[in-house]
């Protein structure tokens, strides 16, 4: 067996003594010497060693590209959001947990940003605020969705500054939302 890899070694250097630059050389080398040593070697223990890096830690397994939209862009939120403070609590607010639904909680952040004085937030802003100050990880994309709300009444949208702002309907349906 010994003879048997002393002639592989040896044909192994001759097909990569054609290349010059010795680095490349070197890894040229070792990936043809991988590639022997994986043939000779049985399939369980290729398994098994691919099971442990050194260390003793098993490999992280690669989870692909994140096709998820990110949660939120600090270029687009304005430094004066990024300064608000919000708590679960507003006077004038339900408890910030009594907003069962997505849409409920985009509402209750526009009414708490009126609050203090900040009239409207976009996407960015509103996701900023429930993530950061909130503890509630959401999407900007996901925010979305606060348009249903236009017909209701309960929102609307600034064409200008393409900011959402809530409606004096919507501030009495926040309300509303601690005696249902």
């Known amino acids: 067996m010994e003879i048997d890899l002393k002639d592989k070694l040896a044909q192994l250097e001759t097909q990569v003594a054609a290349i010059k630059d010795p680095a490349l050389r070197q890894i040229a080398f070792q990936r043809l010497l991988d590639s022997v040593v994986q043939a000779s070697t049985p399939q369980a223990a290729r398994t098994k060693r691919k099971q442990t890096v050194p260390g003793g830690q098993p490999p992280r397994k690669s989870k692909g590209l994140n096709k ?5 862009s600090t270029a687009q939120v ?12 507003a006077k004038g607010l339900p408890n910030f947990r009594d907003t069962k639904k997505g849409w409920q909680s985009y509402m209750w952040v526009l009414a708490a940003a009126k609050q203090s004085n900040i009239d409207g937030l976009n996407n960015h802003e509103i996701a900023y ?3 950061k100050r909130l503890y509630k990880p959401t999407k900007y994309s996901t925010v979305n969705n606060i348009h249903t ?32």
């Not at 430094?79 to 403070?85: H, R, S, Y």
Request: glycine fraction near 8%; aromatic fraction near 10%.
């Open 78 to 89: 304005r430094e004066e959001v990024q300064k608000l403070a919000l708590t679960g609590t």
């Open 129 to 131: 605020l429930l993530s």
């Open 68 to 72: 998820a939209s990110p949660f939120y």
């Open 149 to 180: 709300k236009v017909s209701s009444g309960f929102v609307c949208q600034d064409p200008e500054t393409q900011r959402w702002m809530i409606t004096p309907e919507g501030e009495t349906y926040l309300q509303g939302l601690t005696k249902k």
